[in-house]
């Protein structure tokens, strides 16, 4: 089955898709190039190698080792985060970094080095990778970690990849109680209110995230920050891997996301009445898209667009409250609109997304023109303040803005397996 990447963008086909098998060749003789390909939760073409070959590494889905005590977990890099949680939380821990969705394979969240709704107390998922094994198109093997092949450690933790094919990972996880989260709700209306809530959210609590209206006039939310909970009076139901229970079959030919929707949604979604706190189970707080399977085919069949950046602490608030201005006359609003900040932690990958900063995240549904039109406007505003676009969820960023944006490109290229290659990496190498 031809493979294609979340945003489902008409993206041409590879040449050939390998499964990666634990018992035979892992790299075996393809077209050209290989790109690592896990779930394809991957918004952009960083996972799509076109006219190339994709090394398919759901069959890498081996635990290996587990310490107990230590919460230290070993296991094969195509195991998905749903499934190591099934594991781990009935145990008494959690992963100390989880992104959005838990369909991602542990070589992907490496890869992509995600982020989640806590980088300000604990960074990104690759601050908690201890070591990996690497296995390059030559055959050679590294184990990496940030004593052992430091330079490979670096270049691979959110290296898109193309560092060679990452075989198993070892995890360090943090211990918790329960399964639930306490959660405190708080509107807020304009930008300011958001930075004064936040910043005193991130005081008092592990996580903090803000759903935006884009298309209001005064820019308003809703924020939720929230801890683990001590005690669980009943436990939650269901396993952390179990499919969602509703789901869109198929995608229409076209997309249900207009602006009369998303107006509608926004309004019902700011004036619900929420709590001012409440307990909840850890699902729908850390993944309230993975509740409907296939949510994204609601775009339609042409696909749809993620657009996120992040913007220097100093240019924040006036430059958020720009791009929510040029989103909002262009009538191009996004239903999902994540804004949160990030925390002066140094990445440890080369090419890390994260950096310290304000970073909003937003999906558009794809309509040509008028959308890349928006998108160029949008990176105007990004560069001006030495901000970055998220290669994971960006699938057309201007070559010249990820170039000025990365300052260790130069220092990844050395490690970049001469066979591995993604349309990403040469959309941004050529352009």
């Known amino acids: 089955m031809p493979s294609t990447s979340w945003g489902a963008l008409p993206w041409p086909a590879a040449a050939a898709e390998v499964d990666c098998l634990r018992r035979s060749a892992l790299l075996p003789d393809v077209p050209e190039t290989l790109i690592p390909y896990g779930n394809g939760r991957s918004y952009s073409d960083v996972c799509l190698n076109p006219g190339g070959g994709l090394l398919r590494t759901r069959g890498l889905d081996r635990f290996i080792d587990f310490d107990a005590e230590r ?13 190591i949680l099934d594991f781990i939380v009935p145990r008494g821990w959690f992963l100390p970094v989880t992104p959005g969705t838990r369909y991602i394979t542990v070589g992907g969240a490496i890869a992509n080095d995600v982020h989640g709704k806590n980088h300000h107390a604990a960074g990104s998922f690759g601050d908690w990778v201890r070591s990996f094994e690497l296995l390059r198109s030559d055959g050679t093997r590294r184990c990496c970690s940030a004593e052992e092949n430091p330079g490979w450690f670096a270049a691979t933790i959110g290296g898109l990849g193309l560092t060679g094919l990452i075989v198993w990972a070892e995890l360090q996880l943090k211990a918790v109680q329960t399964a639930g989260m306490d959660v405190h709700y708080r509107r807020f209306s304009g930008l300011d209110e958001f930075f004064e809530l936040n910043a005193a959210a991130e005081r008092e609590h592990e996580y903090a995230v803000a759903w935006i209206d884009c298309l209001a006039a005064t820019p308003r939310g809703v924020l939720m920050s929230g801890d683990h909970a001590r005690e669980m009076r009943r436990p939650p139901r269901g396993r952390m891997s179990d499919p969602p229970r509703l789901g869109i079959p198929f995608a229409p030919p076209f997309s249900a996301i207009n602006r009369a929707s998303l107006k509608l949604f926004n309004c019902l979604y700011y004036r619900k009445p929420w709590p001012s706190q409440a307990r909840v189970p850890a699902a729908p707080y850390f993944y309230p898209l993975d509740a409907l399977g296939h949510w994204n085919r609601i775009y339609g069949k042409r696909g749809f667009y993620q657009y996120q950046c992040v913007i220097p602490p100093r240019d924040a608030p ?37 950096m310290p900063g304000t970073t909003l995240a937003l999906d558009f549904p794809n309509r040509g023109e008028a959308t890349l039109s928006l998108f160029a406007r949008l990176d105007e505003v990004v560069a001006s303040t030495g901000g970055r676009l998220y290669p994971a969820k960006d699938a057309r960023m201007p070559g010249t803005l990820f170039r000025s944006a990365y300052p260790r490109l130069e220092e990844f290229r050395a490690y970049v397996d001469p066979k591995f290659s993604s349309g990403f990496w040469r959309q941004v190498s050529d352009s």
């Open 71 to 83: 919460g230290i977990l070993r296991c094969e890099a195509g195991v998905l985060l749903a499934e």
């Open 318 to 354: 006036e430059a958020i409250a720009g791009i929510l201005r040029i989103i909002a006359k262009s009538g191009q609003g996004s239903f999902l609109a994540v804004l949160k900040t990030f925390g002066e932690r140094p990445a440890r990958g080369m090419l890390s997304f994260p």
